[in-house]
């Protein structure tokens, strides 16, 4: 056991950084600073790094993965958070595509993968439904094989940047006459494109448009877009949820939200001296910064399992719990370092731009806003009491 | 970066965790602490020839060639066993005052005795007034000659009863906070002038007040520098804590499996109680307390080598975190064996008391978060 980086590791370290500063477009981080990007950018940005070979560090090296080190896979999220990239969606690299690779037929890999880390499809996820959050099971979303077609009728919801979407994987039930609701499911691609797709947005209590209804009415998919076998989708899904779950630690980024808040916390006054000075609120911060460690400390546990072959089991529940939380109290500390100065709000209003109209420090135009937004993070992926019923489940054998 | 045990190490816990299973288990640990002697010699004489007691020192010094990692993993299988015997204070705490500070003498004369088992040490650290502050030390120590005559009364040292030397930190310069000033001293506990009051403690370990009346010692008694000890104090009591936290863990990870094995069997309402989400939610919240309590125990035990405040800030922060975690799974633990929880005759009520007694050791949570605060922010 020991912490120290080999010089390989320092020198990749070293290279990540050099190309980040020299490669990472400057008008995106403006424009991610004031939550303003586009799907152009998100596709620049996956097409810069797929250049450079970087464009799916954690795939198989068949796929166009990097084949890196786990050490060198967390050097390189370290790198990016320090640098602030725009942070790529998960939906194709990180969830579809390890679906792809273990359950799809090979015409499906070579069509879709490339297209995914080269950044020419956008994915969005369709798996939740008006009557279906936690209890992803209960589904409705139909498909009815006619010919060779599937006919989809039905409605997703809370699909993320779905209008930004090329693509969407949805779970359907194309047997509703199964005996449990988890069989007589499938897991098919749809085209955004093909009549019958529509999104409707919808805002979220931070004014932000992020989340979106997708409705289905006919819509007629060729039946190669079945991944895998007919009515055993909820395997793949339950495959994909766990593969979600092992990134969703975010601690490199959590750790750079953490020194930005010091930061504000060291020029944030209360009782005319550093808000970081107030024992309250340094007490906060200090409780924060050792729940990351221990965060951080169980992730490099856990990478070292992987990196053994052991996989990434149920545990990774205990990342996704913990990394929320832990994402959720940097914005709500954050929130309350900046005071009165949280409220100033221009989301939708004429003076929108922000730079025409600037109302207290930068820093703190989105405090409130964020804050609102991250209560998010304990719901989406299966919600943190899901997530403890996976462990008293899987890991406690309850 | 890496984080797997060497095949050595593997080893050197599996024959702890053996000999625990097949010599310490429960019920003869708590006749041994209701015992007159509270303790078993000829234990620490096994551990001694299984070599537990000088995995963690260098060869060089009259070790097996270990470290901090090896400390670690007997203090695990130690908490397993809710093992009374002084380990930490002999070879984490001596051991560590003499790896960092001892002359080629001091080294030669102790630690292969360390090693061997035939010498026993306790830390007289705390003070009837100093809480948790090692560099209050109101004990003095007077040049006399060439050598010093220490006065004063030291409180609840633990494995004092069971010692043959103690460790001690005395006032030889400054005010009684002053961090300057501070002197360590190695003093045989039957050196004239040195008397004590014996008793047991709430965890079933035992401790000792220690008085000492005009104790004459010479200079080579003096472990580090005059004057200067304090920062070497710091430094043993971080050690000390990662060991601690590795006890604490180990004895954790025992209530875990105990109470979840209990939630499995205990039936009310004509289901195990396990079957309930409310009971289930929150062994699971005790199964990340417990992860978490490993990953701190592993990374401050990493990190004992680095610069003085990298060092000191994971040492706070890992004695927080396992502060926390004993008070959520020793707490939960009863809650959920219900009545049993509260016996004597359950294991449970055992380790909730050592684990809530390793919070206080060398700095409770509150006391740890202020460090932690105060270093973070310069």
């Not at chain 1, 911060?285 to 990434?312: H, N, V, W, Y």
């Not at chain 2, 093992?83 to 500070?101: M, N, R, S």
Request: aromatic content about 10%.
């Amino acid at each position: 056991m020991d912490l120290q980086y080999t010089p390989e590791d320092t020198a990749f370290r070293e290279e990540v950084r050099a190309w980040l500063e020299a490669n990472y477009p400057k008008e995106l981080r403006e424009r991610v600073s004031r939550d303003q990007y586009t799907k152009e950018d998100f596709l620049t940005w996956q097409k810069t790094l797929y250049k450079k070979g970087w464009g799916a560090p954690a795939w198989p090296k068949q796929y166009g993965g990097t084949g890196w080190t786990s050490t060198q896979k967390y050097i390189f999220q370290e790198e990016c958070a320090r640098a602030e990239t725009l942070p790529i969606p998960p939906f194709g690299p990180s969830m579809l595509a390890p679906v792809l690779m273990a359950f799809a037929n090979e015409q499906q890999k070579a069509h879709y993968l490339p297209r995914i880390i080269n950044g020419t499809d956008f994915w969005c996820q369709g798996y939740s439904e008006p009557g279906a959050g936690s209890d992803l099971a209960s589904l409705k979303t139909k498909a009815e094989r006619v010919g060779d077609h599937y006919v989809i009728n039905g409605q997703k919801t809370w699909t993320t940047l779905g209008h930004f979407a090329d693509w969407i994987f949805v779970l359907c039930r194309t047997n509703p006459n199964a005996r449990k609701p988890q069989e007589g499911i499938s897991f098919i691609l749809v085209d955004m494109k093909t009549p019958g797709v529509e999104v409707r947005p919808i805002i979220t209590m931070d004014g932000g448009h992020e989340v979106n209804e997708t409705w289905f009415t006919d819509v007629k998919v060729p039946v190669e877009n079945l991944v895998g076998k007919e009515n055993e989708g909820w395997t793949y899904a339950k495959y994909l949820l766990v593969h979600e779950r092992s990134g969703i630690a975010g601690v490199a980024r959590s750790k750079k939200g953490v020194e930005r808040l010091r930061k504000i916390a060291s020029v944030e006054l209360d009782r005319g001296e550093p808000i970081i000075r107030n024992p309250e609120f340094a007490r906060k911060i200090a409780e924060l910064e050792i729940d990351l460690t221990a965060l951080e400390f169980t992730e490099l546990r856990t990478l070292a399992r992987e990196s053994q072959g052991k996989g990434a089991g149920p545990e990774s529940s205990v990342l996704k719990i913990k990394g929320t939380e832990i994402q959720q109290r940097i914005t709500e500390l954050t929130l309350e370092a900046v005071g009165v100065y949280g409220a100033p709000y221009f989301r939708g209003f004429p003076s929108e731009s922000g730079n025409q109209f600037p109302i207290g420090p930068d820093y703190a135009h989105l405090a409130a806003p964020t804050y609102a937004n991250m209560r998010k993070t304990s719901i989406y992926g299966g919600s943190n009491e899901i997530q403890r019923n996976i462990i008293a489940k899987m890991v406690l054998g309850l | 970066m890496d984080f797997n045990f060497t095949s050595e190490q593997d080893m050197l816990r599996d024959s702890i965790a053996r000999l625990i299973r097949e010599q310490y288990d429960f019920e003869t640990r708590r006749k041994v602490a209701k015992s007159e002697a509270g303790w078993r010699p000829e234990m620490w004489a096994q551990f001694a020839e299984l070599g537990l007691l000088g995995a963690s020192f260098s060869e060089e010094d009259g070790g097996f060639g270990g470290g901090p990692i090896e400390s670690m993993i007997v203090s695990e299988e130690f908490g397993k066993g809710l093992v009374i015997e002084p380990y930490l204070q002999t070879v984490v705490i001596a051991g560590g005052f003499l790896k960092h500070a001892g002359t080629a003498a001091q080294k030669e004369e102790n630690i292969p005795a360390i090693a061997g088992g035939e010498r026993i040490f306790a830390f007289a650290c705390s003070e009837p007034k100093s809480r948790f502050d090692l560099n209050d030390v109101s004990v003095t120590a007077k040049k006399d000659g060439k050598g010093y005559v220490l006065n004063g009364q030291k409180a609840v040292v633990l494995g004092a009863p069971f010692a043959s030397h103690l460790v001690v930190t005395a006032r030889t310069a400054g005010g009684q906070r002053d961090k300057k000033g501070v002197t360590v001293f190695i003093v045989p506990k039957d050196a004239k002038g040195v008397s004590t009051r014996d008793y047991p403690t709430v965890d079933g370990l035992r401790a000792s007040e220690i008085y000492f009346e005009n104790v004459s010692v010479g200079a080579d008694a003096v472990i580090g520098e005059v004057d200067n000890g304090f920062p070497l104090v710091e430094q043993v009591a971080d050690e000390a804590i990662a060991a601690l936290c590795a006890e604490a863990h180990g004895g954790m990870g025992v209530l875990n499996a105990t109470t979840l094995e209990y939630s499995k069997t205990r039936k009310q309402f004509g289901q195990p109680i396990g079957n309930f989400q409310v009971l289930q939610h929150r062994m699971a919240d005790m199964f990340m307390a417990y992860e978490q309590a490993v990953s701190m125990t592993y990374m401050v035990t990493l990190k004992l080598e680095e610069p003085e405040k990298q060092r000191k800030m994971a040492a706070s922060a890992a004695k927080v975190q396992i502060g926390k975690a004993g008070k959520l799974i020793t707490q939960e633990s009863v809650q959920i064996h219900g009545g049993m929880g509260m016996t004597d005759e359950l294991n449970v009520g055992h380790f909730f008391k050592r684990i809530t007694m390793i919070e206080s050791q060398f700095g409770n949570t509150d006391w740890h978060l202020r460090r932690f605060t105060e270093l973070s922010n310069g």
